[in-house]
């Protein structure tokens, strides 16, 4: 596998993304279990994805339609900041992949404003006692190790304002992740529930995950691509030692084709679910692992990542019909029994933005500060 075959692929999704952008248009999609995508309510955790993909389309082609887009939403979004009370944690999601382009692309200042109001956000749910940011607005002691890829906008906010203390708040987090979300071998809990007033860790909560000793897919993911981003934002070594131990244990337990199963501890089958977006997420963050480690390891992160893509695209993708999503095979709440095996617009982005990466792209939505040479 080269360029060529990344080459080839980006240009099939452009043209996948020229056709579905004008039906999905500035609404806020999350699940396509059918042929088309839904929309969501403004506040939804998800709505950073569509328009990061847009972006990765318009940093691509540089086809301002993309932009446009991508742009509708980002002030469609405003009424939850106005709002408030819907913020939580997710604000990294959201606004890093909409805010963040047009801001990096445009030097837009009121992007540059809606992330320096939401970063203040996320670090105001930094509990000192505990070392976690609280997750949701109702559970006071519960972080969950997807808020390590909601950590990029505090590290973002820290070089923009040259003021160092929402990076503290997001290395501080991420030692929890790496000291209590990953596990010894390497699997990673999804919810710790801490006490809020003395810090003490209660217990570890199965959320999203088959059981609380379980180990999801997805959650795994997010340490696996988040650890590495903070290593790149801390210069922090065991960010990458934590994050290495997450992606042995990912890639150990991968079936066959190299796409996840959405929890790797249930009973497997050929009707037990996947999830893609794990997958995609997953490679994205082998990819930058890869970055960091010496010439002797890469392959050891590279290989898996361009499988896990490549079996996406072969068996796993949309790119040559007419439903909406690029992936299907997402699974978003198993548990829950919500959206099984269905399209999912982070499947998508992560996916986007595995290929953009395998084509060499260097300036990717998450990144801020390089300090790995500080
Ligand atoms: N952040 C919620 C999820 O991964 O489904």
New binding site residues.
Partial sequence: MDKAWAKNTMDRILTKLEKTMPEIGASFPHACVDDKYDNMHASC??NGFWPGTLWLAYQYSKNEAFANTAKEIEEKLDEVIDGFYKLDH?VG?IWQLSAGPNYKFFKNEESKLRMLKVASVLASRFNLKGNFIQAWNHQLGWA?V?CT?NLPILCWASSETENPRYRYFAEAFAKTVANHFVREDGSVNHILSFDPDTGELIESIGG?GNAPDSAWS??AS?ALYGLPLMYRHSGDKEFLTAAKKVAHFFIANLPEDFVAHWDFRVPRNEDTPRDT?ATACAACGLLEIAKYVPEAEKEIYETAAKRMLVSLTDNYSNLDNNKQCILTHGT??CPENQNVNVGLI?ADYFYVEGISRLLGNEDIFWYAQDRTNI
């Fill in positions: 955790w998800t997710d999601f969950i997807d890829m999203q997805r959650g997010w977006s978003s709440h982070y």
